[in-house]
């Protein structure tokens, strides 16, 4: 029994603390909503069409790579596709091909592991069908196409894509397969939901149909540069004046050199270097003399310039992507010392929560001990008070009823001196058993505890033994604890008890003094003392110096044999 009431509190305590440890060790939820705010990185992507719009292309780059990078910190996949598609387009526009491939497939393998964004994989296959259409990988070119085609996408774009096919199967030289594919487009006008790209499919069957010497070529050729102009499509105008230029290339040399000098006009005002390079393939084919060295000079001064200028593009985007990466391994560098500086402040936590649990199991315990040892020592001292009732009933006052009810059997009582003599004894039977009961009664431990202490030990005065009290006024005993306030009036109690069967005291006094913060009691009688032997066994007051003892006091029994019994008692107030 005495295991279960320690062991059940303490074994409550302890689940609380491991609950709360293992609360600390879990890893906080994710507080990060699925639909995060996005206005820093809608920032960076309207600040990317702004500048591609006004053809600043290498700002309008490092913005969508601004995008690309906080949207990796923020986990959203989409954003991170739609950016690698404009810089792959904007890296594809200025020359770099190498690089836009490396990109559109960056964003390809993202779309692999994901079937969330199917809108996204369009824009990238055309990126990279384009990209290989300009390198001459044709077949490339044309799988990726196909598989833009294959996406979910509107039937205009689809035209527009299968426009792309028909050019890709041109520049391979299969002119058939390409005006098969082109043929279908025009005759399904459903398809076709703008002049611009009405105006490019006519424009490409037109060049097929010259490459096969099919009559048709110059109606369509026509058909696409009126649409043109009629639209004011000026970045097209320059394939027609091409088309045209290599139309009448070798069936009419002036009407050839016409086209071409157009289109290079229409070329340097977009700003369209490709363009110009093959106007000036065409100038240089319809010139001689002078024109021809001129074209000639401007071909390789172009030819020199895109070098130079799709070099320094490689280099400006490749830049962009070093500076970004270095920043984001400085910033994945600064997480992970955060983290770990987390992790050990979190280490240092759960040792303070540890020790913290283990005191306040252990205090648990000690209180828990204190409580039941008090409970026990009540238990032990209501059995030692009950012992010592029976003890003093049967002792002194079960005789003297005894000696009592003998005597008013055998007398007289109609004689007035027996009845004297038993109304007498009944007197100190009744004085017996007030006695008993103030020794064992409880006590008033408030205002009257000091008048209700001076009648108690008044009580012990008889005619032949005097007890004074010295200096009982002078102690403040409303400060004084209640639990202080019990053991003084008990061990005094005791004290005066154990006089009074033992010492044949005729004089007692008892002294009260504050010192600093320290009570100091002093009892002296002039009594018989006590012999070391009585003195050892402590002569019945073993329950005395329990008592001060557990206030923290302290108490000293000096005796000398025919010369009185003294008693010093301090303990802190």
């Known amino acids: 029994m005495f295991f279960k009431k320690l062991y059940f509190p303490v074994y409550i305590a302890v689940l609380i603390v491991l609950t709360f440890l293992q ?12 639909k995060f705010d996005r206005v820093e990185i809608n920032k960076f992507l309207e600040l990317g069409y702004k500048h591609h719009e006004s053809l600043k292309y290498d700002s309008s780059y490092y913005y969508f790579n601004k995008a690309k990078f906080v949207a990796e910190i923020k986990k959203d996949t989409s954003v991170i596709i739609h950016s690698l598609g404009w810089m792959a387009q904007i890296q594809n526009n200025l020359g770099d091909y190498s690089g836009s491939e490396t990109t559109a497939i960056e964003a390809l393998h993202l779309l692999e592991k994901t079937d969330k964004y199917p809108y996204g994989e369009t824009n990238i296959y055309i990126t990279l069908g ?33 426009n792309n096919i028909a050019m890709a199967y041109t520049e391979k030289g299969n002119y058939k397969k390409a005006i098969k594919i082109l043929i279908p487009l025009l005759l399904n006008k459903k398809e076709i939901n703008s002049p611009e790209t009405l105006a490019r499919i006519n424009d490409n069957l037109g060049h097929a149909y010259d490459k096969t010497a099919n009559p048709k070529a110059l109606y369509h050729l026509n058909l696409s540069l009126n649409i043109r102009e009629k639209i004011k499509e000026y970045h097209g105008i320059s394939s027609s004046y091409i088309n045209l230029s290599q139309y009448y290339n070798k069936k009419n040399k002036n009407l050839s050199l016409y086209y071409a000098k157009l289109g290079y006009l229409s070329a340097v005002k ?31 001064h172009i030819n020199d310039s ?39 402040q979190k280490k240092k936590n759960i040792l303070l929560y540890a020790i913290v649990a283990i005191i306040t199991v252990v205090s648990i315990m000690i209180t828990n ?44 009582l109609s004689d007035i001196h ?3 003599i038993l109304i007498s004894n009944l007197d100190t039977i009744y004085s017996r058993t007030r006695n008993i009961s103030r020794e064992n009664d409880t006590m008033e431990t408030g205002r009257l505890f000091m008048s209700n202490l001076k009648e108690m030990m008044s009580g012990f005065n008889t005619a032949y033994v005097n007890v004074i009290s010295n200096g009982i006024e002078t102690i403040n ?8 306030k019990i053991i003084v009036y008990r061990v005094l109690q005791e004290i005066l008890v154990n006089m009074k069967k033992h010492s044949q005291a005729s004089l007692v006094v008892l002294t009260f003094k504050k010192n600093k913060n320290k009570l100091q009691i002093d009892y002296t009688d002039n009594g018989i003392g006590a012999t070391f032997e009585q003195l050892n066994s402590k002569n019945g007051l073993q329950n005395v110096e329990n008592r001060i003892k557990s206030i923290k006091g302290t108490i000293t029994f000096d005796s000398k044999s025919n010369k009185g019994f003294r008693i010093h008692i301090v303990f802190p107030i």
């Open 23 to 34: 609360s600390c060790n879990k890893k906080p939820k994710d507080s990060t909503p699925k």
């Open 130 to 162: 384009n990209t290989y259409l300009q390198t001459y990988d044709n077949d490339n070119a044309i799988f990726y196409f196909n598989k833009a085609i294959n996406s979910k996408t509107d039937e205009n774009i689809k035209s527009g894509i299968k």
């Open 270 to 300: 977009r700003k369209n270097i490709l363009d110009r390079m093959i106007c000036l393939e065409l100038l240089i084919q319809n010139s001689s003399g002078d024109e021809l060295k001129k074209h000639s000079l401007a071909f390789i």
């Open 306 to 344: 895109i070098n130079k200028v799709r070099q320094k593009a490689k280099n400006q985007f490749a830049k962009i992507k070093y500076d970004f990466t270095k920043e984001k391994d400085e910033n994945l560098k600064l997480k992970a010392q955060k983290e770990l500086e987390s992790e050990k």
């Open 369 to 412: 001990l204190i409580l039941i040892k008090n409970r026990r020592e009540k238990i032990k001292v209501s059995y030692n008070t009950e012992i010592r009732i029976a003890k003093k009933l049967h002792d002194e006052l079960a005789n003297d009823v005894y000696h009592t009810m003998a005597f008013a059997e055998t007398q007289d």
């Open 418 to 420: 027996n009845k004297e």
């Open 477 to 484: 005993w409303k400060t004084l604890e209640q639990n202080k």
